[in-house]
């Protein structure tokens, strides 16, 4: 039972324009969100998170949206630049539980290319 | 600078050949995680260790084990290795318990 999915395996971008990446889960209980980076031989590195109190969170170009009652979020990247191409991984945790361990689970991953 | 660092980062070995792979990290985080990764797959958490209590995921076969001898490293053994292990395996530090993680570069494993 995968309980966090990206359904896209793939997205091709303009350099310029909009990218956006989507995530569904399927635990309610998920409380704590992030999008993780990677590029070839490197590990995920963390790019942004967002807490189930928030439905919007924004850094500099990028940008995570919870839609709590589709058990939805999305990762916006404007402008899109080619240094973005990549693989982007949604994770979720439950954060607020006695018996949480607080660990990630994982989405599939996108990978994004964005053409110059 | 602080950092997550795995070696090797790549790992050849034979069909039931113990193999163990080695994760440290100058964070002083308190949890170790060790996930595995196969091709075009979600990171799947084998399990962690929060400072020396162990975690194991439930589906995590008994064929992989773990050690953390102090604050800095952990090892992840691979007792007899199949063909079916063959995969990136990432190890990642958390300060507590969720929250942000760091990942170290991962190291593929090939098992001939």
């Known amino acids: 039972d995968q309980q966090v999915k990206q359904n896209s395996p793939s997205l091709s971008v303009q350099e310029g324009r909009i990218s956006i990446l989507n995530c569904d889960y399927t635990n309610s209980m998920f409380d704590y969100f992030l999008w993780y980076k990677k590029y070839p031989a490197e590990g995920p590195t963390f790019l942004i998170s967002i807490s189930s109190i928030k439905d919007k969170n924004e850094d500099g170009r990028f940008t995570v949206f919870l839609n709590k009652s589709a058990k939805h979020l999305s990762l916006h990247i404007v402008p899109s630049q080619p240094g973005d191409s990549a693989v982007y991984f949604c994770a979720a945790s439950v954060l607020r539980s006695s018996s949480n361990t607080g660990k990630l689970i994982f989405g599939q991953g996108t990978t994004l290319q964005v053409k110059p | 600078d602080a950092m997550v660092i795995q070696n090797p980062r790549y790992q050849v070995t034979q069909f039931g050949k113990p193999v163990t792979l080695s994760c440290s990290q100058t964070?002083?985080?308190?949890?170790m995680y060790w996930y595995q990764q196969k091709s075009s797959q979600a990171p799947k958490l084998l399990f962690h260790y929060y400072d020396k209590d162990f975690n194991n995921e439930a589906d995590t076969p008994d064929n992989f084990q773990s050690r953390r001898p102090n604050t800095s490293f952990c090892f992840l053994d691979i007792r007899s290795p199949g063909l079916g292990d063959a995969a990136m395996y990432l190890c990642a530090t958390s300060r507590d318990l969720g929250g942000r993680y760091f990942f170290g570069p991962g190291t593929r494993l090939t098992v001939l």
């Open positions: 964070l002083n985080h308190n949890v």
